[in-house]
Structure formats: structure tokens, C-alpha cells
């Protein structure tokens, strides 16, 4: 009686441990499978579709714009990726802003800017965009056009500095707002 008592427990405690190992197994597969599909910024900001999803607003507009340039200037990207966020902000711009910066020339200029950061030590920690209450929007010449801030945090020699931009957007033929110019705000008279 003692021997198939004790072959008993022996096979329960076998069969336990291989479920619990089964389902050990099972969890460590998970576990990898969503890291695998965990999105870069980078990555998260190129799978906008901007054909059917643009941003409806000027502050969306100007958010998203933000998210390029946040991963342009703060994380490591590949060459590829550099390229492609480049072309991602540029479906942001107004014709004219495209018709004067062709393709070749802004990449070649985008990388050297990123570049340029990376050796001087300099990302973008942080950066917002004005509330939509503070957006000034008016018409010129048959065009409507919309002002907004955006503030940048750019941590460069182990100091945090504020670089504080005003962008200019203008309303399309498709009603979509597209990027302009922008300057530092200081360089923007102050009664607009």
C-alpha cells in the first residue's frame, strides 16, 4: 500500500511540475512576443497614415510636428528613419515651404542639423504646443493663415534652455493646415 501511495504522489508531483513549468513557458513566450511588438517613438510616429488621418486642427498639426522633431533630435535613428521623418514633416508643409526646400537638399540639411546636435551634446527633452485658446488665426491676400508657440526644452552641457518658436500655418485647397515658416519668437514682432 506504501508503494503505490508514494507512486502516486510521485506522478502528481511530476504532472504538477510540468504544468507549472508548461504555463512558465507559456509566460516567458508572452513576455517576449509584446516586447517584440513594442513600438519606438520613432516607429509610433512614422505609422501615421496622413493620407487619411491628418491632424484637423493647427494645435494637431503642430503636436505631431513636435513628435517628429522630438525623435529627430532626441533618439538614436537610423539613417532610414531620419529619411523618413524627414518625409513625414514635409507632408506637413505648405506647397510654397516644399516648392523652396527640394527633397535632396532638406534631408542633406536635416542630417546635418541632427548630426550637428549629436556632436554638441544637445537633444530635445521636452517640448509644447500652445493651447488652442492662443492660436491667432487671420486672413491675407485670400489665405488663412494661423500663428501658434511651440516651446522646445533642449538639454545641451547638462542645462536645460527654452527655445521658444512661432509657426505660421496656412489653410490649403483641402482645408488642411500646413506649415508655413516659423522663426524664434523673439524674431517675431510681439503685436501680431
Not at 504522489?9 to 517584440?36: C, H, N, P, T
Not at 497614415?49 to 491632424?55: G, V
Not at 524627414?86 to 536635416?110: C, F, I, S
Request: hydrophobic letters at 40%; glycine letters at 4%; a negative charge.
Amino acid at each position: 500500500m506504501k508503494k503505490s501511495t508514494t507512486r502516486m504522489m510521485l506522478f502528481f508531483l511530476v504532472v504538477i511540475v510540468g504544468v507549472v513549468g508548461y504555463f512558465a513557458y507559456l509566460s516567458g513566450r508572452s513576455r517576449d512576443a509584446s516586447k517584440e511588438a513594442a513600438m519606438t517613438a520613432a516607429q509610433l510616429v512614422l505609422s501615421r497614415d496622413l493620407e487619411n488621418n491628418y491632424p484637423p486642427t493647427v494645435k494637431e498639426v503642430m503636436k505631431y510636428y513636435v513628435d517628429i522633431q522630438k525623435c529627430l533630435y532626441a533618439e538614436e535613428c537610423a539613417e532610414e528613419e531620419v529619411e523618413q521623418l524627414g518625409m513625414k514633416a514635409r507632408a506637413l508643409y505648405d506647397d510654397e515651404l516644399l516648392a523652396a526646400n527640394d527633397v535632396t537638399g532638406h534631408l542633406l540639411q536635416l542630417k546635418a542639423e541632427i548630426t550637428s546636435f549629436q556632436e554638441d551634446s544637445r537633444k530635445i527633452t521636452a517640448a509644447s504646443v500652445a493651447s488652442s485658446a492662443n492660436v491667432d488665426t487671420f486672413t491675407e491676400d485670400g489665405f488663412e493663415f494661423a500663428r501658434i508657440h511651440c516651446t522646445y526644452t533642449v538639454l545641451a552641457d547638462g542645462q536645460s534652455n527654452l527655445v521658444d518658436m512661432v509657426y505660421l500655418l496656412r489653410r490649403d485647397e483641402n482645408r488642411r493646415w500646413k506649415i508655413y515658416g516659423w522663426d524664434l519668437a523673439q524674431n517675431v514682432n510681439p503685436a501680431y
